[in-house]
Antibody
Framework: QVQLVQSGAEVKKPGASVNVSCKASGYTFINYFMHWVRQAPGQGLEWMGIIKPSAGTSNHAQKFQGRLTLTRDTSTNTFYMELRGLRTEDTAVYYC????????????????WGQGTLVTVSS | EVDMTQSPATLSVSLGEGATLSCRASQSIGTNLAWYQQKPGQAPRLLIYRASTRATGIPDRFSGSGSGTEFTLTITGLQSEDSAVYYCHQYDSWPPWTFGQGTKVEIK
């Protein structure tokens, strides 16, 4: 079955960087776009970015431009999300979420989701 | 950017009763809408896609309807395990992909 397993919780100081991983299994890695979504405590879902695993190209939400890098490693079927210049308001659970259909289909829902990684930014 | 607005923010429903959740898009999105259920400490789970298609394993007491800008998620015969926050998500006009702010369903 399709599984997305994320790395463990992180505690970072303001100004630092964090790298969250998402290991995919149970499907052909390069055939599905992967998204990153975050959720601040008690808040809703916020889309951050998307990566095309075959080419490694990505697109980010405007608010994260310059701070967010999405990468992938096709040898280990793992995606990575790096967020730099952390602020206290970046405290959130970060999710990877695969598109529900493969790259030959546009306009896709997200399914499944990783279990989430809590990133706490505090001095 | 397509803004998604959900109502109500909180819905209190008795066991066995029905619940109707609404989601409105700021522009027409056809039927490119999904619903997710999120329980405390868990990741969102896909319930409905294409506005009305149930995802694999989702009980038939969950149903979705609507097109264009108005959408509804209906839960019939509410069970205790349905207590959760429900989010709508548009995937028609992107980037960005956008979500509603959520409706919390609680048991009365």
């Amino acid at each position: 079955q399709v599984q997305l397993v994320q790395s463990g919780a992180e505690v970072k100081k303001p100004g630092a960087s964090v790298n969250v991983s998402c290991k995919a299994s149970g499907y052909t890695f390069i055939n599905y776009f992967m998204h990153w979504v975050r959720q601040a405590p008690g808040q809703g879902l916020e889309w951050m970015g998307i990566i095309k695993p075959s080419a490694g190209t990505s697109n980010h939400a405007q608010k994260f431009q310059g701070r967010l890098t999405l990468t992938r490693d096709t040898s280990t079927n793992t995606f990575y999300m790096e967020l730099r210049g952390l602020r206290t308001e970046d405290t959130a659970v970060y999710y990877c979420a695969r598109e529900g259909r493969d790259i030959d289909n546009s306009d896709n829902w997200f399914d499944p989701w990783g279990q989430g990684t809590l990133v706490t930014v505090s001095s | 950017e397509v803004d998604m607005t959900q109502s109500p923010a909180t819905l209190s429903v008795s066991l066995g009763e029905g619940a109707t959740l609404s989601c409105r898009a700021s522009q027409s999105i056809g039927t490119n809408l999904a619903w997710y259920q999120q329980k405390p400490g868990q990741a969102p789970r896909l319930l409905i896609y294409r506005a009305s298609t149930r995802a694999t394993g989702i009980p038939d007491r969950f149903s979705g309807s609507g097109s264009g800008t108005e959408f509804t998620l209906t839960i019939t015969g509410l069970q205790s395990e349905d207590s959760a926050v429900y989010y709508c998500h548009q995937y028609d006009s992107w980037p960005p992909w956008t979500f509603g702010q959520g409706t919390k369903v609680e048991i009365k």
